[in-house]
T-cell receptor, first 115, second 113 residues
Framework: KNQVEQSPQSLIILEGKNCTLQ??????????LRWYKQDTGRGPVSLTI?????NTKSNGRYTATLDADTKQSSLHITASQLSDSASYIC??????????????FGTGTRLTVIP | DARVTQTPRHKVTEMGQEVTMRCQPI?????VFWYRQTMMQGLELLAY????????DSGMPKDRFSAEMPDATLATLKIQPSEPRDSAVYFC???????????FGSGTRLTVV
């Protein structure tokens, strides 16, 4: 079972509307959680990174929240634009017994913004 | 803007051939990752280096894959022999550590026929 689950798998919204993407994880112990945006044919681009003690972080119209108790994160996109059409990937970093980090990836949410 | 450069962008090869993918990390970045992305599996970490030393390659099939950093400006991922199931997009990413995030290259799209 994947330790990072994202929902929905895909989403279509009208330009200008808001949307929220979900990421649930079981990774423990937890180091940090990142949201990436990946345009078609391009590499992922980091949007936010949050550690255990952070509840929310914003990057322009993107706001990520983290509840480390329930192991849930969300990415809220405000006033969507056509350029927001992309895949959004949640990546959780765990900590191994050796102290090294271990990365766990969600399979992403495919967002399509239509005019 | 500083960027991670990957070559080639696309590669089509026959099963059994050797494939080498190259990555030039951002100057000054001390951590380099190799990832593989497929529709079915999403992103998978293959290997990563810190200060050119391999720290983790547990995600990589050792019998056919090898990753090296001959110097600070070049990371390579080699597949020998290649198989059709290796078809994927291979990304390189570099950074300064967990707290700073990582920059991805545009990827090498590999097709093994």
């Amino acid at each position: 079972k994947n330790q990072v689950e994202q929902s929905p798998q895909s989403l279509i919204i009208l330009e200008g509307k808001n949307c929220t993407l979900q990421c649930n994880y079981t990774v423990s112990p937890f180091s940090n959680l990142r949201w990436y945006k990946q345009d078609t044919g391009r590499g992922p681009v980091s949007l936010t990174i949050m550690t255990f003690s952070e509840n929310t972080k914003s990057n322009g119209r993107y706001t990520a929240t983290l509840d480390a108790d329930t192991k849930q994160s969300s990415l809220h996109i405000t006033a969507s634009q056509l350029s927001d059409s992309a895949s959004y990937i949640c990546v959780v970093s765990g900590i191994r017994q050796t102290g090294a980090n271990n990365l766990f990836f969600g399979t992403g949410t495919r967002l399509t913004v239509i005019p | 803007d500083a960027r991670v450069t990957q070559t080639p962008r696309h590669k089509v090869t026959e099963m059994g051939q050797e494939v080498t993918m190259r990555c030039q990390p951002i100057l000054g970045h001390n951590t380099v990752f190799w990832y593989r992305q497929t529709m079915m599996q999403g992103l998978e970490l293959l290997a990563y280096f810190r200060n050119r030393a391999p720290l983790d390659d547990s995600g990589m099939p050792k019998d056919r894959f090898s990753a090296e950093m001959p110097d600070a400006t070049l990371a390579t991922l080699k597949i020998q022999p290649s198989e059709p199931r290796d078809s994927a997009v291979y990304f390189c990413a570099s950074g300064l550590g967990q707290a700073f995030g990582y920059t991805f290259g545009s990827g090498t799209r590999l097709t093994v026929v």
